[in-house]
């Protein structure tokens, strides 16, 4: 047995302190320690991509990486975008167009699409297609949620304009 | 999904690395980005005693460039080179290559270095290294040594670089003129059924010079000197084609996997590479 680490995160703002294994990975800490139980795990190997949070301004699929790895990062998860009482634009977009049936994809769909509009804040339907692509989906067919990604897109960049 | 335990190291210099390295021999192993070792460590294909995480170690991450010469650092990720403006000047067929690597959240933390000393070959980089005529620098407990990307790769997860050694960075002269990373695969994130790496120079109308290597036919990754000799001082036409690959189909091994049996992989081998020269004869 492997000695635990004292692990400190910072989620979603908050700072957290706790126990872990170095072999633990981050998605498990995040659920099980954490009680953050938005990202999902869809896979073992690494391509499903219902895991994805933000991890030091990148999508990371956080069930490929260690909590030891974690260690000092600064994370963002769907909890962090919005609230039930106020959505985060791609929240309401998504249920506005209907970019989810089950919902077990959506927490990653949603923080990744955060993180591609931050790096392209105005995508084609092939940059988006292209840019969710580590993130797999069995219900949607994706096309809602192409929709929802680019009005969420128009949203933001109309909103924008307004503040300037 | 579980892995076994192990003893995490995280140090912040090579030497430490390397001392690691030499202490545990077998029993240690560097990570990178961690997406090809955390997935073998999940199946408990792969179990390591003591993993030596190389985030904090300074330099790794560089993207030099000194006129024609440009050296990765081995930490560098897909996603950083993808972004690099200044590379994609001097370097185009990198940028084209990562992008079709795996997807976005794999391309923010699996690194060059990574891709490379990997041995799988899957892998793309290293048949592009092999086409760039690349260097392989590796560090360990004797100093630094380098090694020719065309002879680093010895047989599938075995290379060149000995257990007590790091690779720290590759360095390859910028490709000039015309280029193609062409990869046939079965959706997104899909390791090649086949790819090539196609570099050329023009000269009047002729091939003046090429190199030719492919990805995920044999072991390893291969670098077919004859495929290029064959374009050499031709027009670039249906025959010169044709020619180069013949001369590819006679360096490949393929293996049958869900990706297809021989026959098909060697008939995928030569339209794509068929059409990486194209493509990079026209940008040439």
Redo the contacts between chains.
């Keep these: 047995m492997t000695q635990k680490m004292h692990i400190k995160l910072t989620v979603n703002g908050e700072d957290r302190e706790f126990l872990a294994e170095p072999r633990e990975l981050l998605i498990y800490a995040l659920r099980e320690t954490l009680n953050i139980t938005g990202p999902h795990v869809g896979c073992e190997t690494s391509h499903c991509g219902a895991c994805t949070i933000t991890l030091n301004g990148k999508s990371v699929k956080s069930c490929t990486m260690f909590v030891a790895q974690a260690n000092g990062a600064e994370i963002t998860t769907i909890e962090g975008l919005g609230s039930p009482d106020s959505l985060h634009v791609l929240q309401e977009a998504f249920k506005e167009h209907h970019g989810l049936q089950c919902g077990f994809c959506t927490p990653g769909m949603i923080t990744r699409a955060s993180k591609l509009l931050e790096e392209n804040p105005t995508p084609t339907e092939e940059e988006v297609r292209f840019g969710m692509a580590g993130n797999i989906c069995r219900c949607t067919g994706y096309q809602n949620i192409v929709k929802s990604i680019l009005a969420a897109a128009n949203e933001l960049n109309a909103s924008k304009e307004a503040a300037q | ?8 190291h ?1 140090p912040t210099n090579m030497d430490d690395v390397i001392a690691l390295l030499t202490k545990h021999g077998d029993d240690a192993r560097v ?1 990178a980005g ?2 090809s070792l ?2 073998m ?3 408990r294909m792969a179990e390591i005693p003591h ?1 030596i ?1 190389l ?1 904090d170690i300074g330099g790794l991450q560089d993207i030099t460039i000194h006129g024609q010469r440009v050296t990765l650092g081995a930490m560098v990720t897909q ?1 950083e080179l993808i972004n690099h403006a200044a590379l994609t000047e001097v370097a185009p067929i990198l940028r084209e290559t990562a992008l079709q690597i ?5 391309r ?2 699996g690194t060059v270095g990574g891709n490379v000393a990997n041995g799988d070959p899957g892998n793309d980089m290293p048949g592009l290294m092999q086409c760039l005529d690349a260097q392989i620098n590796l560090a360990g407990p004797n100093g630094a040594r380098s090694v020719a990307a065309r002879d680093y790769y010895e047989a599938a997860y075995m290379t060149a670089r000995e257990d007590d050694e790091v690779l720290v960075s590759v360095s390859f002269d910028s490709p000039k003129s015309g280029y193609a990373y062409e990869k046939q695969k079965r959706k ?2 899909d390791y090649a059924t086949a790819a090539a790496a196609v570099t050329l120079t023009k000269d009047g109308g002729t091939v003046a010079s090429a190199s030719i290597a492919m990805t995920n036919l044999s072991d390893v990754p291969v670098w077919s000197e004859g495929a290029g000799a064959a374009l050499i001082g031709t027009r670039c036409d249906a025959d010169a084609l044709k020619a180069a690959v013949e001369a590819m189909l006679g360096d490949i091994d393929p293996t049958e996997d869900n990706r297809g049996p021989v026959a098909f992989k060697r008939h995928v081998a030569g339209v794509i590479l068929k059409r990486a020269i194209t493509r990079a004869w026209d940008r040439a």
Excluded: N, S, T
């Design positions: 999904m579980i892995p076994a335990a192990f003893e995490y995280r990570m961690g997406h955390i997935p460590m999940k199946l993993l995480d985030q996603h795996a997807d976005p959240q794999v923010y933390m997104i994130g």
